[in-house]
């Protein structure tokens, strides 16, 4: 697969009389590979952050590329220049982009892009491979920061960035999401720089497979779109620098195994980190450099800064199964920055229906503390589902919890039973027609937590017993399959 010696669209610039955007600054640095969602990814997280710091033109986000002032970015090892001082606000996901793509009228650029969207999609794959194949052969220096194996990382950052140059109209979404991302990023050491490569390759991968789409006009929207997508992230990381590390060591103390495929993990990060309960953060084990997975964490945050996570060991899964069997006390993790939106509206006395499977009860028992923290009374009704009584692993504590709050009641739903544990019996069935036994839920704020299946069958139920869906939250459903391991 030869790449293609095309000149660079940022040395020609983008049409429409826009600066010209450099291609390359100094040297490059030793950056990182994308994990999860986007853009240029990670250094050896065990490392320290990338190379030698480096600058690029910055522009308004919401501007198109004009020359000004450099950003200089530093190595990042962890090292706050202060401690963040507020819980971050919770961030928009895929889903809530894709909520907006339709509303507004279209400008010509986003016409354009999509045009080529529709195009590339039956060939995504193809696009993809080819997309990375030329991103490694013209900067092999940026293969080696990447995951060892690309078979999770293959989709992300292509698709991140075809996600958000197809939402390039929504303004304030795509703001937040991509400063999110940008933000998240940090973590991988990208720099500055990496952009323009980036951006080169995805636009040739375009060109040769959008064939009938593709031309003067398309390539001109794209390049603006790139450059906006990568100058909003290239911002976002560059204050969040004053602030945040760019990740968080953290120090396993204590482990236990719940069921032979499922533990509770407790960590002490190096320093403190703010986060709302319901989020959820990403993971690296040191077993697996480069590869993070994201886990909710299940507790509110504490007086003594520990956090949990609920890791069920899935098969073949790389990060779950060290977490699950190999990490002890002792070990040290590296945490990215929390993120998620599916935490409590504290200026609501709606109640809370909050629906958790599996371990996706880890984030519910978050709320819960959430609100039992917060001392107003509000009710609080959990379903709390598992294929059998056996894998209601934290049936217990959400008993417990039921016992000390007169205002939380738990119902477990086991799959295949009956069963009774605690003295509770179990009704059996699924998750999404237990709750629809029960309601109506008007006055209800829903929380939605657990398999991707479980998500979208669950929305459906939580419609039918009379919550209207923006008072429905839960994670992204993409995020959730991107994770699975
Ligand atoms: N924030 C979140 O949404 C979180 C999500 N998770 C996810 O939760 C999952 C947990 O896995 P396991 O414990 O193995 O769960 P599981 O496969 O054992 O299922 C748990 C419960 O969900 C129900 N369920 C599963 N698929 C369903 C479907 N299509 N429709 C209706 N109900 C369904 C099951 O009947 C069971 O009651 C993982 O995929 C994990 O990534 C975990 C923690 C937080």
Sequence with gaps: MEPSPRPSVWERGAARGHEPEPVHQTARPTAAAPTHSATPGPGDPHRGAAGPGTTVPRTPASDIPTPNSPITNTPTTGTAAAPPAAPPAPQP?????????????????????????????????????YFYALLFVQHPDLRALFPASMDTQRDRLFKALLTAATHVDDTEVLTSYLANLGRGH??????????????????????RYATTSWGPEAEAAWVRAYTAISQIMIDAAAENEAVAPAWWQAEVVSHELRTPEIAVVTVRPDQPYPFLAGQYTSVETPWWPRVWRHYSFASAPRSDGLLSFHVKAVPAGWVSNAMVHRARPGDVLRLGAPAGSMTVDHTTRNGLLCVGGGTGIAPIKALIEDVADHGIRRPVEVFYGARSDHDLYDLDTMLRLEQTHQWLS?????????????????????????????????????????????????????????????????DSVEELVSVGD
């Design 186 to 207: 940090r973590k991988y050491g990208t720099q500055p720089d990496h952009y323009p490569a980036v951006g080169e390759c995805l636009l040739s991968a375009l060109a």
């Design 410 to 474: 738990v119902r477990p739903v086991v799959a295949t039973g009956p069963a009774v544990r605690g003295g509770t019996s179990s009704e059996t069935g699924q998750l999404p027609d237990a709750v629809r036994q029960y309601g109506p839920f008007r006055e209800y704020d829903a929380y939605l937590s657990g398999p991707p299946g479980l998500i979208r069958s669950g929305v459906d139920a939580l419609v039918g017993v009379g919550i209207p869906s923006d008072r429905i939250r839960h």
């Design 93 to 129: 996901s895929l889903a809530a982009l894709g909520a907006t793509v339709s509303e507004a009228p279209a400008s010509p650029d986003a016409i354009l892009i999509r045009r080529t969207m529709a195009e590339i999609e039956p060939v995504a794959d193809k696009v993809t491979s």
